[in-house]
């Protein structure tokens, strides 16, 4: 295997860039030269969903340690775009995004959609060999996002695949990995990445409270625009 050149002068800062993701993530989590993919979003954009629909799925070709994931952090996407790996970028609708980790995290929606517009706004700057796939379609259609990377690289992925049960086995993997985690550190439902009845009602309650914050963030909804119209593009 012919191992990715960095460009030159950029090695300390890719050194950089991965201390500094490496003292809140995995290591499997960031990206190196050895990974194959990286996939990032906002969180609560469908990344767990996703990763684990590929890792489900018996056509993808890639490790699950060369997949790069859930760091949430444009260093992950940046030192992919300097040793030029494919990046999948997840992008939900602001509303729903900032509501669903507001519940999910508890961090103040001013932090919240600070986070969106940081993430989307850095975006712009790292499109090359970079897929946008829509939150809706991680949920609904799934080709599109197996038709998007396969349009990257050669990640094997069957268009003719089941997508159904795919899903079905990684929001199973998904709640799982919660109810372990639920058992060591008393976690409640709402950080469940997966549907759950106790989240959906709370999003009921807030969606005003939210839509009328986000009244005063326009940037939030303009970043979002130029992202789609990104990905409208490739």
């Known amino acids: 295997m012919t191992t990715p050149q960095t460009p030159a002068g950029s090695r300390a800062d890719v050194e950089r860039m991965q201390q500094r993701l490496s003292r809140k993530h995995p290591a499997h989590h960031i990206c190196t030269v050895e990974t194959r993919l990286v996939v990032e979003g906002y969180p609560r954009s469908g990344n767990s969903l996703l990763t684990n629909m590929l890792f489900e799925s018996s056509s993808f070709n890639a490790r ?23 990046k999948l970028i997840l992008v939900r609708e602001p509303l729903a995004a900032i509501r669903s980790y507001h519940i999910y995290s508890g961090l103040p929606l001013d932090d919240c959609a600070e986070d969106y517009r940081h993430v989307y706004a850095g975006v712009l700057d790292l499109m090359e060999r970079t897929a946008i796939v829509h939150f809706e379609d991680v949920l609904g259609d799934f080709r599109k996002v197996v038709a998007a990377l396969n349009a990257l690289g050669d990640f094997g992925l069957s268009p003719g695949e089941e997508y159904a049960p795919l899903r079905t086995r990684a929001e199973r993997v998904i709640r799982e990995r919660a109810a372990k985690r639920a058992a060591k550190m008393g976690a409640v439902s709402r950080h469940v990445a997966a549907p759950d009845p106790e989240r959906d009602r709370l999003k009921a309650e807030l969606s005003d409270t939210v839509a009328k914050h986000l009244r005063g963030k326009p940037e939030v909804f303009a970043i979002y625009d130029q992202v789609m119209g990104l990905r409208s593009g490739c």
């Not at 699950?64 to 494919?86: E, M």
């Open 64 to 86: 699950w340690d060369a997949v790069a994931h859930h760091t949430h952090h444009l260093d992950n996407l940046r030192i992919a775009s300097t040793f030029g790996i494919p």
